[in-house]
């Protein structure tokens, strides 16, 4: 079911959360909202799940105006980042309740439930309590209680970020699998732009109350559409003023026209890739990413002089501090892909 | 801090002590001198005719207290803990609850005589139509709702803060109304709070005192509760307490007891649920 | 609301409009007599060493109970609670067996000050050890091993490091007790005797049609309760009931 909300604006005091926003979710599709914390991007999913309200706009769901329609009403499942388990219930009674409260009838219940246990590995933690199940564990019972009764649409607010990283990148996976297999419309609100770029078919970046982009993952990721994005996606090195990913840096040990010199500060290496940090002659730090063999090939040590290749143009145009910002913040996650 | 076994020893001697003196010692003489001249006696004591009614009396003004300051509590704390009404209007809230609590019982008696007793501001309302309420057991109910009004908000409150609103959010997701998501979900989570609170509501209920003495009218046999009518022995026997006093001292002992160890459950019961 | 009006504030209101109901210069002359004002210095007196004494003895039975572990401790630990789950007027009989005309030990305390002040024990005994006892336990071991590992000694360490978190709660607690020994009744009603408490004096003045002296008396009790309560919500820990 198409999702398609129009203008969206939503303040809390003087707080503008969201800004005239748009987003169009196609059938079937899996889109990630992502962005930093106070972007937005969980306001917007709670207001097309009906748990908030807009100032202005409307959200339809396959067609239909929901904007001022219960959460009961719209059809959704949603998903929440510390999974709102009923303690109090067993895990099958949790997965069971949406049907529980349509009056289906046991037999029939009894054998969705199950599905569905099976569908995420749960069938023998079916008599257990929450409490005694792992984070994981947790959030797949939380979204097997979700599909339980056929959503239209499947929302998830950060659904892996109480949780720890190895349980997280296996989780993703399975979720992508999933939704594969189960063709729900889906959005996801994440933080973390590797999760976002390995789930999604669409991902929407969002900044301070907007959306600065939307596009297949590559897309961002290669042609973002502000310094922003392009700092958020990835990590950014700014050289002769211009934005480049630290893979497109090449450096030589040869002088030659138009080249920068620059000062190896540490070579790092990460097994698979080699991480050269920089300082360039104006004393900006910069970074380069080589493979094991062009490391070799170099055999850099700190104290070195490179010289290195400005980019012809930059990727995208804007206030690199702006970039760097966006970078800074998601230093925080080392992400060993993009070291 | 590592404390020295000494200072470790005297200090639990100290306490001990302390609490033996004062709350252990002084129950063991009450049970003492009621068995003192036998269990008959002290039999025939509690059950003659005015104890055997003051006690239904109690019972009977706990059964209705209990049941609305339980609804009352639950409902106020839902307010407090779940409703988007400005602060303000809470704050209110939240102060009135607390009145009985700060207020002596002396003056909750006095100022429902004010009100509903004779010259009163409503009395007058409730006696041309032949009901009293004042000296009468509706004023007792009413002064009993009142000294034990707050104890079960004040136990469901700060569950409802902490467990925080998300299941409920989440039933609502899945298709449940205000009241499914209220049964199903609100109340089994609050469950132990709202039994500790009824525990403690009963408990001032039977013992209420100070309100009710004002409130009733003293005559044995048809307005007298258990605590009224061990004051009102105690009253007529003069400046030595008797076996008689005793009996009834050590029957609300018993039945207080009883309600400590329903604390101690449902207070470890709450506990585990956090 | 509506149960809370009928109930709560409506009657205490009509104290109030009782109270000034004769003017404000019957009011004030209600309360300056020699008979009012000594009954409220006994009360208050009464009520300021209870919390005094409360606050000291009721941490330390928190501390022995957080801290220490003996056989039957979980039995003390319920019977902390007994003041108040035993009605307000068994608690007062059973001071008087002990330590009254009757007691076995010999003590006389009865229809004295210090009865007065035992049962107020009694009735608030578990005001400050309930509200230490948390702080207590949710105080955090590694601060205090910091301090001794600086070369504090354990007195020192429990001046500067372990009160000062605990004092919030020893205030409130005591607060409460204060609140609670100022408006008591119950307990007091066979053994004050020639004791003139407040609230004893508030119930004769009721018994004897003196209504507008009662509810004058009252509204001093219920102002002073006020302001312990600001001062505690102000001041004192956020207590977890």
Avoid: C
């Amino acid at each position: 079911m198409r999702i398609k909300a129009e203008a969206i604006s939503k303040r809390f005091g003087d707080f503008t959360a969201l800004d005239d926003v748009s987003l169009e979710v196609p059938q079937g599709g899996l889109t990630a909202l992502l962005g930093p914390s106070g972007s937005g991007k969980s306001t917007l999913l709670r207001i097309i799940a009906g748990l908030e309200e807009p100032d202005e706009g409307t959200v339809r769901i396959a067609g239909q105006d929901v904007t001022h329609a219960r959460p009961q009403d719209r059809g959704i499942g949603f998903v929440f980042q510390h999974y709102a388990a009923f303690a109090h219930m067993s895990v099958f009674e949790n997965v069971a309740f949406g049907l529980r409260i349509r009056k289906r009838k046991p037999a029939q219940t009894r054998a969705r439930v199950e599905e569905l246990l099976a569908l995420v590995g749960l069938t023998q933690w079916a008599g257990q309590r929450p409490h005694q199940l792992s984070g994981g564990q947790r959030q797949r019972m939380a979204l097997a209680r979700a599909l339980a009764v056929e959503p239209q649409v499947l929302l998830l607010d950060e659904p892996f970020g109480a949780l720890d990283s190895g349980v997280r990148a296996e989780l993703r996976r399975w979720l992508r699998r999933l939704h594969d297999e189960q063709g729900v419309t889906t959005v996801l609100v994440t933080h973390d732009q590797e999760e976002a770029m390995e789930v999604a078919d669409t991902i929407a970046v969002m900044n301070r109350g907007t959306i600065e982009q939307v596009g297949a993952p590559r897309v961002v990721y290669d042609k973002p559409a502000s310094p922003f994005v392009m700092g958020f996606l990835g990590p950014v090195s700014t050289i002769d003023g211009r934005l480049v990913r630290p893979h497109d840096v090449s450096l030589s040990l040869t002088d030659g026209p138009g080249l920068i010199e620059a000062m190896v500060k540490r070579v790092v290496h990460l097994g698979f890739e080699v991480r050269i940090e920089l300082e360039l002659t104006g004393g900006e730090p910069a970074r380069a990413q080589l493979t094991r063999a062009q490391s070799e090939e170099l055999e850099l040590a700190p104290g070195d002089i490179v010289f290195v290749q400005p980019p012809a143009r930059s990727v995208v145009s804007g206030d690199p501090a702006e970039a760097a910002a966006a970078a800074a913040g998601e230093d925080a996650d080392a992400q060993p892909l993009n070291a | 801090m590592v404390v020295s076994r000494r200072t470790t020893l005297s200090l639990r001697l100290l306490a001990l002590l302390y609490l033996t003196l004062l709350l252990l010692a002084p129950l063991v003489i009450v049970f003492w001198r009621t068995f003192e001249y036998g269990f008959a006696t002290a039999w025939a004591f509690m059950t003659t005719p005015a104890a055997v009614s003051a006690f239904w009396l109690s019972v009977l003004i706990a059964a209705i207290a209990v049941p609305l300051n339980t609804i009352f509590g639950v409902g106020a704390a839902l307010v407090l803990a779940r409703s988007s009404a400005p602060r303000v209007g809470k704050g209110v809230l939240d102060a009135l609850v607390d009145l009985p609590f700060i207020v002596s019982p002396v003056i909750a008696g006095l100022a429902l005589l004010l009100v509903y007793g004779q010259g009163g501001w409503f009395g007058s309302v409730f006696l041309n139509n032949g009901i009293r309420i004042i000296y009468a057991v509706p004023g007792m109910v009413i002064a009993t709702v009142f000294v034990s009004l707050p104890f079960v908000v004040r136990e469901v409150t700060p569950v409802l803060r902490e467990v925080g609103d998300e299941q409920e959010q989440a039933a609502a997701t899945l298709g449940a109304s205000s009241w499914q998501t209220f049964w199903r979900v609100t109340l089994p989570t609050i469950r132990w709070g709202v039994a500790y609170g009824v525990v403690l509501t009963t408990a001032r209920a039977l013992g209420e005192i100070g309100a009710v003495l004002v409130v009733s009218a003293n005559v044995a046999g048809s307005t007298l509760t258990l605590p009224l009518l061990l004051y009102q022995r105690d009253e007529q026997i003069g400046s030595r307490v008797t076996t008689s006093v005793y009996a009834l001292a050590t029957e609300l002992a018993v039945l207080s007891v009883a309600v400590l160890l329903l604390m101690t459950v449902f207070g470890s019961r709450r506990e585990e649920a956090r | 609301m509506l149960y809370l009006s009928v109930i709560v504030v409506i009657p205490l209101a009509a104290v109030l409009v009782k109270a000034f109901s004769s003017g404000l210069g019957t009011l004030w002359s209600s309360i300056d007599n020699t008979l009012t004002l000594r009954a409220l210095a006994i009360t208050l007196g009464a009520s300021l060493i209870v919390a005094a004494i409360g606050a000291v003895m009721g941490t330390l039975v928190a501390w022995v109970l957080v801290r220490d572990s003996f056989p039957g401790k979980r039995v003390v630990n319920s019977l902390i609670d007994l003041p108040f789950a035993l009605p307000t007027i068994v608690a007062g009989l059973t001071l008087i067996a002990l330590y009254g005309p009757d007691s076995p030990v010999g003590i006389h305390l009865a229809y004295t000050r210090g009865a007065v002040i035992v049962a107020l024990l009694f009735v608030t005994l578990p005001f400050v050890a309930r509200s230490v006892q948390p702080v207590l336990l949710e105080l955090d071991r590694e601060v205090e091993e910091a301090a001794a590992s600086l070369g504090a000694s354990n007195a020192t360490t429990f001046r500067r490091i372990v009160l000062p978190a605990l004092r919030p709660a020893i205030f409130s607690g005591a607060a409460l007790a204060f609140a609670r020994s100022v408006g008591e009744f119950g307990s007091l009603a066979l053994i004050a005797g020639k004791v003139q408490i407040a609230s004893i004096v508030i119930y004769a003045d009721i018994e004897n049609g003196s209504e507008q002296s009662a509810a004058a008396l009252s509204v001093v009790l219920m102002v002073i309760s006020l302001l312990v309560l600001f001062v505690i919500r102000r001041f004192g820990a956020r207590v977890g009931r």
